[in-house]
């Protein structure tokens, strides 16, 4: 039966292919539900390594594919979900490296190139140690993460998680601003719901010299932005978390003219489900209660994003088990809840899992540069780490009975 | 003009001038006591914060929030701090800040106006408005760019010219057609004449539906009932006349 320390030797042995293939991803960056050749490069590799059942196409370009073990062990009738996502950003690179981006405009500035070269790393591992393991492991390469509505739903709807039934989901992603060599895992939620707003308030323009015949938008705009202030000190549990940004303010264009309208819009973070029900529903009361007080009307649009990423307790404590063998008890950290928003969080709803966050902060390698940043990069030295940990998690997950 | 010496050469004792007006009907000849227009100021201040991710507001100086505090404090001014019998007005009329939902913007721009008719509290709101938007923005981490552009002054008339005026409108269009003028806040340069003489600035009634010449002032169909140019010249050439011989 394979255990958890065999895949270190076996990661060595493959890391330049995963570094030369990550290179190539990196040179050809594909934007959400375009990436075409992304996933041709994909699904050619997984023919030729005998991956099975290979599917194409799903939701646009999201691949799947099986490997059957053929070993003995507890996790016969299991099936492990792994997921990398594909899509680059729109963002114009400027790394001076060999492998920079040759489409202009578009770059892998999230470490995307680096989770699908790593997930076929793990395709080739587990391929050439199946006949240790007894169970399934599903290959998910999906389009759009950067991209609301998100490539991840779409390909749940396609039955993605069906035929055959997936028990377990498990996704990883690089991060700049951890350490190379260190693995952070989370309980429950680990990153946020992140939702919209727009506000529209209908006011009265007219002269700016006769307020007592306008209904001023600007100041009922004003009301509303410093009252929405007070929905997370005042009314979310202080323990709990959460943001509310204003972040656009838009009235009226001459200075002596009082205008009709004023345009708001923002974010909300949340980590909760019964919190981010609470600022939807509180937004809406508190924004038409004061436009209403003012003798204005409004018009209020809450956009759900992508829901709060929820790791499974025990799945997540099975990967910490997991990368304290391949880093050392002292390199695994408990991961800290994060702002941003994945659309991994979708197979989080549908199934138990876990999402971890794989070291790659390198400043000797000018590779602790933020996430979206054009200059983003990635010590390749982490992706190591990263395969052996999701490795030997896949196979704690099957041999878990 | 005035500083190119016009009042001087030979000395001017007097101005007097008139404004044709559309919300009068033809026959009716306005005159007012002390202000009869407004100064009219305008403001552009620009919040200076902090921008950053929407989602991690601590790293941030929210700008909007800051102009958010500012424009309901603004609106204190006049309720608070103005003379109640006074009369001003101080509007924000353009608030511009950010562009993508989730980034916090870096600046918020403000830009408003300031009608007054008593020159104290022309200087108090300026005064004021600057140091309750320095002190906001202060307070909440911000710093603050502020241009204040004072327009005209308010026009104020002697009420001894006013007077004069009156006089020779009951004799251009009798008691029925003379009407006691009101401040309105419309803002007028011949103020300037009249910081430096006493004055008189009336308005002479152009206004008949059935001409069409009842339009707003500014509006492009804006017209004049010439019957009223009579009116105009009738009781300017009156009034001149009573205050020379006044002399």
Do not use: W
Not at chain 1, 357 to 367: D, L, P, Q, Y
Not at chain 2, 127 to 134: C, D, G, K, S, V
């Amino acid at each position: 039966m394979v255990v958890a320390t065999d895949f270190r030797n076996d990661v060595d042995e493959i890391l330049p292919g995963v570094v030369a293939d990550r290179r190539h991803l990196h040179e050809n960056p594909e934007l959400g539900f375009q990436e075409h050749e992304t996933a041709k490069f994909v699904t050619e590799r997984l023919q030729t390594l005998g991956i099975e059942d290979i599917r194409t196409g799903i939701n646009s370009t999201g691949v799947t594919g099986l490997i059957r073990g053929t070993g003995e062990g507890p996790g016969k009738d299991k099936v492990v979900l792994v997921r990398a996502d594909m899509d680059a950003l729109p963002i114009h690179e400027e790394n001076r490296v060999e492998y920079k981006s040759r489409n202009d405009g578009v770059m892998h500035a999230c470490g995307h190139d680096a989770h699908t070269a790593m997930l076929l790393g793990l395709a080739r591992i587990l391929t050439d140690r199946k006949d240790g393991f007894a169970g399934t492991v599903k290959l998910l390469f999906q389009p759009a993460e950067e991209l609301p509505p998100g490539g991840a739903k779409g390909m749940i709807e396609e039955g993605v998680l069906e035929d055959p039934q997936v028990d377990m989901v498990l996704g990883l992603h690089v991060s700049s601003d951890t350490k190379t060599g260190v693995i952070k895992v989370g309980d429950g939620p680990i990153m946020a719901a992140a939702d919209g707003f727009r506000i529209t308030v209908q006011g009265r323009g007219g002269h700016g010299a006769s307020p007592h015949l306008c209904v001023d938008p600007v100041v009922v705009g004003s009301q509303i932005v410093v009252a929405l202030q007070t929905l997370v000190s005042r009314e979310v549990d202080p323990v709990d978390r959460a943001v509310l940004s204003t972040c656009v303010f838009k009235a009226g264009e001459a200075f002596n003219v009082i205008p009709d309208t004023a345009h708001l819009a923002g974010t909300v973070r949340t980590f909760l489900p019964e919190t981010r029900d609470l600022m939807e529903r509180r937004i809406t009361e508190l924004v038409s209660g004061i436009a209403a007080s003012m003798n204005a009307t409004v018009e209020v649009d809450y956009i759900r994003g992508y829901p709060a990423t929820v790791n499974d307790a025990g799945i997540a404590e099975i990967v910490r088990k997991a990368a304290r063998q391949v880093v050392g008890e002292e390199n695994v950290e408990i991961a800290n809840p994060k702002m941003g928003a994945e659309d991994f969080s979708y197979f989080l709803q549908e199934r138990p899992g876990c999402f971890f966050f794989v070291g790659t902060g390198n400043e000797g390698k000018e590779s602790d540069v933020s996430h979206h940043h054009p200059r983003f990069d990635v010590d390749e030295d982490g992706m190591a780490q990263g395969m052996a940990t999701m490795a030997a998690s896949v196979i704690s997950c099957l041999n878990q009975g | 003009m005035v500083e190119q010496g016009v009042l001087e050469n030979p000395r001017v004792d007097a101005c007097f001038g008139l404004h044709v007006a559309s919300e009068l009907p033809t026959g009716t000849i306005s005159v007012g006591n002390g202000p009869v227009s407004a100064a009219a100021d305008e403001f552009s201040i620009t919040i200076q914060g902090k921008g950053g991710h929407g989602a991690y507001p601590h790293l941030c100086v929210d700008p909007i929030v800051v102009g958010s505090q500012l424009v309901l404090s603004l609106q204190t001014l006049v309720s608070r701090e103005v003379e109640p019998t006074d009369k001003a007005v101080v509007s924000v009329c353009a608030f511009t800040s950010g562009d993508a939902f989730n980034v916090i913007p870096d600046t918020a721009v403000l830009g408003g106006t300031v009608r007054t008719f008593d020159m104290e509290t022309r200087d108090l709101l300026e005064q004021r408005i600057r140091e309750l938007t320095t002190g906001i923005a202060g307070a909440m981490s911000a710093t603050v760019d502020i241009t204040y552009r004072r327009g005209y002054p308010p026009v104020v008339n002697d009420e001894a010219m006013a007077d004069i005026v009156r006089e020779a409108a009951r004799q251009t269009v009798g008691e029925e057609g003379l009407e006691m003028g009101t401040a309105e806040m419309g803002a007028e340069d011949f103020s300037y004449f009249a910081l430096e003489r006493p004055s008189c600035f009336f308005n002479v009634g152009t206004g008949n539906a059935d001409k069409q010449s009842d339009v707003s002032h500014h509006h492009p169909r804006f017209n004049i009932d010439e019957d009223g140019m009579a009116h105009g010249i009738a009781t300017m050439a009156t009034a001149l006349v009573t205050f020379l011989n006044r002399e």
